[in-house]
């Protein structure tokens, strides 16, 4: 390996590395400020709130809360490192872009005027998202990436072979559990009057809450749907054998 391609790869798991620590940094030395915003609490819901905002607003708490683990964790530079050591440059790169631009649409973004969170697809979300892209995060997660690139296209051996992808079954399987997920959201709707409240921090918030002596069901069900994707699997390869 070059001299440059090391380079790149150390500069790859400094760039990873630079969202962990901004996340540690403020979650050590940052002191939380309480206020009171003097907008309507009681503003009556929209159409899209009432039928597309469980939906929508569970599955973004959900990926921010998982996003926010993974960059807790340092998942960014064990990516580096895996790709170091198998040397995929094109799916490593391709793993930290993601995190470097999924980050910004997930993340819950408040409106104190009107208090309440601005609102998805809005003018205004997507002003807010082009100013959480080009913040020290997003763009250190794209630098990696790009580094990741450099350092096996370009200054190392392209072992990475290009490989015919098979969307159909990825969109597939994405389908499915979208479908899995959203059935469980609108079965917490349906069946739990506290569900508007939980559903808007997420399903995996509702869960961890969830009393298994008091309210069992909703554990119950979220094991259902679980195992309906192996269950289903395993009923179709019965079939074709």
Do not use: K
Not at 206 to 231: C, G, K
């Amino acid at each position: 390996m070059s001299r440059l391609a090391v380079a790149a790869w150390v500069g790859a798991l400094c760039a990873a590395a630079l969202p962990t620590g901004v996340l540690w940094w403020s979650t050590v030395f940052e002191v939380e400020e309480s206020g009171f915003c003097h907008g309507s609490l009681l503003t009556p819901r929209s159409v899209w709130e009432w039928w597309f905002g469980p939906l929508i607003l569970t599955l973004r708490a959900d990926l921010h809360a998982l996003l926010t683990l993974v960059m807790t964790l340092g998942v960014p530079v064990i990516v580096v490192l895996v790709g170091v050591v198998r040397w995929r440059s094109a799916r490593v790169g391709g793993v930290l872009a993601l995190f470097g631009v999924v980050q910004p649409l997930v993340r819950p973004y408040f409106d104190p005027v009107v208090c309440a969170d601005v609102r998805l697809f809005s003018g205004q979300w997507f002003g807010r998202v082009g100013e959480a892209l080009r913040e020290s995060t997003s763009v250190s997660l794209l630098v990696a990436a790009v580094l990741v690139l450099v350092a096996t296209q370009v200054l190392g051996p392209a072992n990475d072979p290009a490989a015919a992808v098979a969307w159909r079954p990825v969109v597939r399987r994405v389908v499915g559990f979208l479908f899995c997920y959203w059935t469980l959201g609108l079965l917490v709707v349906v069946m739990d009057e506290m569900a508007v409240g939980y559903l808007n921090a997420g399903l995996l918030y509702w869960l961890s809450t969830a009393s298994v002596l008091d309210n069992p069901w909703p554990l119950l069900v979220a094991l259902v749907m679980i195992a309906y994707v192996p269950v289903r699997r395993a009923i179709a390869e019965r079939r074709r054998g």
